[in-house]
């Protein structure tokens, strides 16, 4: 999973953005419940947990001379999702797929440099696409991409426009 670096607005600096907050590419993981329709239609709940290292903030500016404030600590998520699937078509033993979430994300932050740790919850979405191969008779073998994003963060008096990338691996057992 990796998530670029977000935009950091202090609230104390009203003028705009006032840095970029670099986040290391980490992992997550998750569980999944659903039902299938038969009709290529899927529904399942998610809960999942990500977690990034913060690596530094650069202040002030985006450039290269922009100060830089190290960061010691991470980005923690906890999310409850609620995602619809489509399975436009199956060839052979493989279905791609495409796939929509809406839900909320249990947000906390520690950055001991800074003396920041701070929580929140918000709202969260996403965007899912990939391909599922049958590997026995109702087990799959799924591979896919994510686009994961929040509202905006309100953490220690700054707000951050959080997103992510992540690419998924995983089991998918049908009963």
Same mark, same amino acid.
């Given at each position: 999973?990796?998530?670029g670096?977000?935009?950091?607005e202090?609230s104390?600096?009203?003028?705009? =953005?006032d840095g +970029?907050?670099? #986040?290391?590419?980490?992992?997550?993981y998750?569980? !999944?419940v659903?039902?299938?329709f038969?009709n290529? #239609? +899927?529904?399942? /709940?998610?809960?999942?947990? +990500?977690?990034i290292?913060?690596?530094? /903030?650069?202040v002030?500016?985006?450039?290269s001379a922009?100060p830089?404030r190290s960061l010691n600590?991470? /980005?923690?998520?906890?999310?409850?999702?609620?995602?619809? !699937?489509?399975?436009?078509?199956?060839?052979w033993?493989?279905?791609?797929?495409?796939?929509?979430?809406?839900?909320?994300?249990?947000?906390?932050?520690?950055?001991s440099d800074?003396?920041?740790?701070?929580?929140?919850t918000?709202?969260? !979405?996403q965007?899912? =696409?990939g391909?599922?191969t049958r590997?026995l008779d109702r087990?799959?073998f799924?591979?896919?991409y994510?686009?994961?994003?929040?509202?905006n963060?309100?953490?220690?008096?700054?707000t951050?426009? !959080?997103h992510a990338?992540?690419?998924d691996?995983?089991?998918? +057992?049908?009963f």
């Open positions: 999973m990796w998530s670096e977000p935009t950091v202090d104390r600096n009203p003028g705009g =953005a +970029r907050l670099t #986040l290391e590419p980490d992992y997550g998750g569980g !999944y659903g039902y299938a038969g290529g #239609l +899927r529904i399942e /709940l998610e809960a999942a947990m +990500r977690e290292d913060n690596d530094e /903030l650069r002030g500016g985006f450039g922009a830089v600590g991470d /980005l923690t998520h906890y999310t409850g999702m609620v995602n619809a !699937y489509w399975d436009p078509v199956r060839w033993r493989f279905e791609p797929y495409i796939g929509a979430g809406l839900g909320v994300s249990f947000v906390g932050i520690d950055a800074i003396k920041l740790d701070d929580d929140t918000v709202f969260a !979405y965007a899912m =696409a391909l599922r590997v087990l799959y799924v591979a896919g994510r686009y994961f994003s929040t509202s963060l309100r953490l220690g008096g700054a951050l426009d !959080y990338h992540t690419i691996f995983g089991f998918a +057992r049908h």
